[in-house]
T-cell receptor, first 111, second 112 residues
Framework: KNEVEQSPQNLTAQEGEFITINCSYS?????LHWLQQHPGGGIVSLFM???GKKKHGRLIATINIQEKHSSLHITASQLSDSASYIC?????????????FGKGTRLSVIA | DAGITQSPRHKVTETGTPVTLRCHQT?????MYWYRQDPGHGLRLIHY???????DKGEVSDGYSVSRSKTEDFLLTLESATSSQTSVYFC???????????FGPGTRLTVL
């Protein structure tokens, strides 16, 4: 059974800090996704990765397929970054193989 | 948002009553999913569908049934709601081309 582990579970950071959230998984995957969910809000897909690194604004996501590990980095964190970040892995291209979700990392950015 | 809507957005009901939640999509995606989200558990798959009349169980399917009579609608039914089914329910579609999922806005269900 594939497990997706995220760390830390909870994180508090000062505004402006550099933040890293980690995700580890146990089996081969076809892709890894990072989702964002604001408190009481909907779920938004931030990145889909199968190798290397992607960057959107202040967010950077990396993946190391050999080590079965991904990181989400937030540079110059802002209050609006306060949200839960969820790591999700895809085990294959078929929709019959559901995605496997981590339990999320709750980030609070404070002034 | 890939044209996904959920209805109702909020519902309060009593134990033992039937409840149906609707997920509607406008982009003709084949794969649709129902998840529940609870503190400490994250998102957990209830049921999913890979086509009209084709559905399968997820990890927390007990007490739930689904139906998909047309591509655009995926219904989740609680035959006899229990307090343990109080949760936020998310519908999602999967884009195979993009290998990603898009989520609906969620339905907050409270069973008293």
């Amino acid at each position: 059974k594939n497990e997706v582990e995220q760390s830390p579970q909870n994180l508090t950071a000062q505004e402006g800090e550099f933040i890293t959230i980690n995700c580890s998984y146990s089996v081969g995957i076809s892709a890894l996704h990072w989702l964002q969910q604001h408190p009481g809000g909907g779920i938004v897909s931030l990145f889909m990765l199968s190798s290397g690194k992607k960057k959107h604004g202040r967010l950077i996501a990396t993946i190391n397929i050999q080590e079965k590990h991904s990181s989400l980095h937030i540079t110059a964190s802002q209050l609006s970054d306060s949200a839960s970040y969820i790591c999700v892995v895809s085990l294959g291209g078929s929709g019959n193989t559901p995605l496997v979700f981590g339990k999320g990392t709750r980030l609070s950015v404070i002034a | 948002d890939a044209g996904i809507t959920q209805s109702p957005r909020h519902k309060v009901t009593e134990t033992g009553t039937p409840v149906t939640l609707r997920c509607h999509q406008t982009e003709n995606h084949r794969y649709m999913y129902w998840y529940r989200q609870d503190p400490g558990h994250g998102l957990r798959l209830i049921h999913y569908s890979y086509g009209v009349k084709d559905t399968d169980k997820g990890e927390v399917s007990d007490g739930y049934s689904v139906s998909r009579s047309k591509t655009e609608d995926f219904l989740l039914t609680l035959e006899s709601a229990t307090s343990s089914q109080t949760s936020v329910y998310f519908c999602a579609i999967r884009s195979i081309a993009q290998d990603t999922q898009y989520f609906g806005p969620g339905t907050r269900l409270t069973v008293l």
